[in-house]
């Protein structure tokens, strides 16, 4: 007997392949979820990879799910993920394994918006394997199976949503990005040792401090809460010229890196300078992070001897 795969059923399939006290089938004759007698079941047996089908044609164990798939979902989610500090100490929660499910949970409460990515992630990963398993069956019944879109789990949405971009204005972001300036800066002197890493957080300060903030134009990111998040800053260069601009301040603060953020900045001020009229935009890298490079890369950016550089105009 078959039956449909609803968005409600789906939804409690989900719910229901975490609970590792109870095991759980589908009654393909009314579509519905049902829990099962451990007197009459084992979970080993539900889950067992050869049979899909119990009792005859009406039910069917629903999707495996254990402690060790739990485990892998996080290795996968933490390996793509972006935000140093978050990744740094997700890695140790995962290599330490004690306790790992609740600290890895606990440490993501420090990091809301990458929390957020993870439940999206989860949402995805977990609705890929319902989907998977009912096209196995959908294959035994002689059926097409359903088509995943993974355009339906994408997380780009949450930068629009979650995050405020507004065009940069001197009076009230300046005192925010020059504070923001001083903190990344203080990143790079410890990252390096003596006076090496006070010479490279100079360096990474004069290149903001080179323009003043009432010729800087671009965005800047904020959460709902307020709080300043990042900016993509950039001044005419020369200051006389109206067609070429260089980068002056572009960043994300640590804890909200790898969000999408920078991507969405650079993306609005890439629009606003094509209706501006401006034809070159520059970036120096005297201070250059591999992942702003991928992303310059991204946007076309062509790597030079100065830095990048993007024609508008082609």
């Keep these: 007997m078959t039956f449909s795969l609803t968005d409600s059923l789906k939804d409690k399939i989900l719910f229901a392949m975490e609970d590792q006290n109870s095991v759980y089938c589908v009654d393909a004759e009314n579509g519905e979820l049902k829990i099962l007698s451990s007197e009459n079941f084992s979970r080993e047996e539900l889950d067992g990879d050869d049979e899909i089908d119990i009792d005859e044609e009406n039910y069917y164990s629903i999707p495996p799910w254990d402690s060790d ?11 793509g993920l972006h935000n140093p500090n978050a990744y740094k100490e997700l890695r140790r929660c995962l290599a330490n394994r004690r306790g790992v499910f609740r600290n890895f949970k606990s440490i993501l409460k420090s990091y809301p918006e990458v929390e957020q990515k993870w439940y999206a992630f989860k949402d995805r990963t977990m609705h890929a394997r319902i989907t998977e398993w009912y096209n196995v069956l959908c294959e035994s019944w002689g059926l097409e199976g359903l088509e995943e879109n ?44 003596g006076s090496l890493g006070e010479a490279v957080a100079d360096i990474f300060k004069s290149q903001s401090a080179a323009v003043s903030w009432e010729n800087k134009f671009g965005y800047a990111c904020y959460s709902h809460d307020h709080e300043f998040l990042g900016c993509s800053l950039v001044s005419y260069c020369p200051s006389s010229a109206k067609k070429s601009v260089a980068f002056t301040d572009f960043f994300v603060i640590q804890n909200y890196r790898g969000l999408g953020i920078g991507k969405e900045l650079l993306n609005r001020c890439l629009a606003d300078f094509k209706d501006f009229g401006i034809q070159w935009v520059i970036l120096s890298t005297k201070i250059m992070p591999e992942s702003m490079e991928n992303l310059f890369c991204e946007f076309s950016f062509k790597k030079t001897e100065f830095g990048f550089i993007l024609n508008l105009q082609e």
């Design 69 to 79: 798939d739990g485990f892998e979902m996080m290795e996968n989610f933490t390996a």
């Design 150 to 193: 993974p355009e339906s789990f994408d997380t780009e949405y949450l930068v629009q949503d979650d995050f405020e971009f507004t065009k940069y204005d001197s009076l009230k972001d300046k005192e925010c990005v020059d504070r923001e300036v001083i903190n990344i800066a203080e990143e790079y002197k410890e990252r390096h040792e």
